[in-house]
């Protein structure tokens, strides 16, 4: 909203990020909706998402000749969300941390592109900053990519540049942005993922005086036979 306020006081705010807001409301409204039934009853949330599925499923019948989505699975889906709320409401305490971690989250990534303005010595204002990132952000929702993969990087220097930012140092510094906030974590993810799925290494084999020390064990603790 903030970044909305700044591109609204600068006369910045054009087609392309109402149309990107609206459907982030219309995403956000929806999400809003399937919550409130989940909450209210499991068996309604069920009935709804099954109800969605049957749609979409005639709607592309044509195309594909098959079921795209399981009815059985949007019950089930529908009771592991039944699962959580009852969670929720024994632990309402414990509500307002995911909303903290939340903003926490944002406020950072709101510092690391203002440490790239600086970083760059490229002169910037706080709502340029805020501005630049609501950006961002928008298209990172709505964007068909996985996390903004190509939309945040090409629609974040022209609107940059439209906040009065040089369009050379607008694109260095979403380069340098979105190599913090994404490129490496992926990178590092990749590796420990990888890490994490190498078999444990083989154990060395048994010297002769090991396998001699064992056998002796073994016919220590063995039963005698009547």
């Known amino acids: 909203m903030a970044g909305f306020l700044v591109l609204v006081r600068r006369d910045r705010l054009d087609g392309a990020e109402l149309a990107a807001a609206g459907l982030l409301l219309a995403l956000a409204g929806c999400i809003g909706v399937v919550l409130v039934v989940g909450y209210r009853s499991a ?32 019950h089930e889906f529908a009771d592991e969300m039944g699962q959580g709320f009852s969670t929720l409401r024994l632990n309402q305490k414990h509500t307002a941390l995911p909303l903290v971690l939340t903003l926490g989250n944002k406020v950072l990534l709101i510092a690391v592109l203002a440490l790239s303005f600086l970083a760059l010595g490229t002169p910037f204002s706080s709502g340029t900053v805020v501005a630049g990132f609501s950006i961002g952000q928008l298209f990172f929702y709505v964007s068909p990519t996985p996390s903004g993969v190509g939309f945040v990087d090409s629609i974040l220097p022209v609107a940059l540049n439209t906040l009065n930012v040089p369009f050379a140092q607008a694109v260095l510094v979403v380069l340098v942005y979105r190599t913090v906030t994404f490129w490496l974590p992926l990178g590092l993810g990749a590796l420990a993922f990888r890490f994490l799925q190498k078999p444990l290494a083989a154990e060395p084999p048994l010297t002769e005086s090991q396998q001699v020390a064992l056998a002796g064990e073994a016919s220590l603790t063995r039963e005698p036979h009547d």
């Open 43 to 74: 068996r309604q949330l069920g009935n709804l998402l099954a109800w969605l599925a049957h749609r979409v499923n005639r709607l592309l019948h044509p195309f594909i000749h098959r079921d795209w989505l399981s009815l059985s699975a949007a």
